[in-house]
């Protein structure tokens, strides 16, 4: 199993049978090199989006239109998607799993906001992603929420991918109360970081408040292998 930053909260999963694409935005990503999205792409069999926002579905439908691959997300927004842009779905909802090239991806809450070309579409989502003796936590934006007691007590991750940028999810210092107040992870890797000078710039906080856990500030496009 491995798992590569394309930068944002964009990430490249390879698990079980499936190279899942989530939150691909690329086009206009300045962490994101342009010269590397041949390698981004290369063998995806699905495209995930957490929620609607444009740094989320980024390349999105042109990937999974051009790959012939097919997008998966809460039902309503890729309701838009196929009408809009004449791509194959897989819409489902919040405690809904589908099963993705031996991967089985579970669709949890989180606590955002939701827009598709500025109209509210569906809702913001996480993701729990099983497959290969992981559970992988793909948090979404989202803040701190009580919904992660449960989730972390039934799903048990043991990788967290967590948006810790701050102003608009969870800066570092939450983030790290929620990895310590409701799961046990053994690796966490932030996202939705360092991509304007608006957000965090570094993971050092989360680092230093998770002893224990292997805190990883990834580099864009360099795999980091389980």
């Not at 966490?188 to 990883?216: D, M, N, W």
Request: with cysteine; aromatic share 8%.
């Amino acid at each position: 199993m491995r798992i590569t930053w394309l930068g944002h909260s964009g990430f490249r999963i390879e698990i079980e049978n499936a190279v899942l694409l989530v939150d691909p935005w690329l086009t206009g990503n300045p962490m994101f090199p342009a010269d590397r999205r041949d390698a981004a792409l290369t063998g995806a069999t699905h495209v995930f989006l957490t929620h609607g926002h444009g740094d989320h579905t980024g390349d999105g439908p042109e990937i999974a239109k051009a790959l012939g691959i097919p997008m998966a997300g809460i039902y309503d927004l890729m309701g838009h998607m196929q009408a809009k842009h004449g791509v194959e779905i897989i819409g489902f909802n919040k405690g809904g799993t589908v099963e993705a090239g031996g991967a089985k991806v579970t669709m949890v809450n989180a606590c955002h906001s939701s827009t598709f070309d500025g109209v509210p579409i569906g809702s913001e989502a996480g993701f729990m992603i099983a497959g290969e003796g992981h559970t992988i936590y793909v948090s979404g934006d989202t803040d701190i929420m009580a919904d992660m007691d449960w989730m972390g007590d039934l799903h048990k991750p043991d990788i967290g991918i967590l948006s810790a940028g701050g102003h608009f999810t969870m800066d570092m210092k939450r983030a790290a109360y929620a990895a310590k107040r409701y799961f046990n992870f053994q690796t966490v890797i932030p996202c939705h970081y360092r991509t304007f000078p608006l957000l965090e710039q570094s993971a050092a906080e989360l680092a230093a408040a998770l002893p224990g856990v292997k805190v990883i500030e990834p580099q864009v496009m360099e795999p980091i292998p389980f």
